[in-house]
């Protein structure tokens, strides 16, 4: 019954290759996200998915692609890896983006924690 | 530029030992301030949301409160197992991303 799920849980990869992650919701919402958190633990958004618009943080390389084949799905793709993307990402569903509690609580999934050698 | 400052980075509290956590944030356009609890190799987990200055939500010996600059949560009487990190995120305009402060460590030793 889990709500947000992420596979892999670890991905350990050498520098230059290319990765997935995947990240589905079994909640029925709307709106789903990825975030990145640091050696320093913190959380921080690079992508955010609507109804199929697509809001890029501007800080996040083009080497990062999201992908979603559905509303339930939103995978991550990430072209020549480096060693500064090793982190945990995080994937997040909302019923929305905005609209009060019900609508915008956003629930997270256990995360992957890349590493890149 | 919008940031939120949590406060303190650490904080270790004896079994029973009354506390509070800040959050305090600058941002243009606030909608809403989360609070979410991280156990260590988890996701966070959602507290609370609050929306209004005065407004306050209360969950076992959590209780949250928002003013215009600051949120505060208090834990009464915190039990070990009440230690994780505790993320502060506020939700600005028509944007939904949340945007985090670093976090309270919270260490409740029995």
């Known amino acids: 019954d889990t709500a947000v799920s992420q596979t892999p849980k670890y991905l350990v990869t050498q520098m230059g290759n290319d990765k997935s992650i995947k990240c589905e919701q079994n909640?029925?919402?709307?709106?789903m996200y990825w975030y990145k958190q640091d050696s320093k633990k913190f959380l921080k958004i690079m992508f955010s998915y609507n109804n199929k618009e697509l809001i890029i943080n501007e800080t996040v390389p083009n080497r990062f692609s999201p992908k979603s084949p559905d509303k339930a799905h939103l995978n991550l793709h990430i072209n020549s890896l480096e060693l500064g993307d090793s982190a945990v990402y995080f994937c997040?569903?909302?019923?929305?983006?905005?609209?009060?509690?019900?609508?915008?609580?956003?629930?997270f999934g256990p995360g992957t924690r890349l590493l890149v050698l | 530029e919008d940031q939120v400052t949590q406060s303190p980075e650490a904080l270790r509290l004896q079994e029973g030992e009354s506390s509070s956590l800040n959050c305090s944030y600058t941002?243009?356009?606030?909608?809403?301030l989360f609070w979410y609890r991280q156990d260590p190799g988890k996701g966070p987990e959602f507290l609370f949301t609050?929306?209004?200055a005065g407004e306050e939500k209360e969950k076992e010996r959590l209780k949250a409160t928002l003013t215009k600059k600051e949120s505060f949560l208090h834990i009464t009487a915190p039990k070990p197992e009440d230690s994780a990190t505790y993320l502060c995120?506020?939700?600005?305009?028509?944007?939904?991303?949340?945007?985090f402060g670093k976090g309270t460590k919270l260490s409740v030793k029995p």
């Open positions: 941002v243009s356009g606030l909608r809403g």
């Open positions: 609050l929306y209004s």
């Open positions: 909640l029925g919402h709307d709106t």
């Open positions: 997040a569903s909302s019923q929305d983006l905005a609209g009060g509690p019900k609508q915008e609580t956003q629930y």
């Open positions: 995120a506020v939700t600005r305009g028509s944007q939904g991303n949340l945007i």
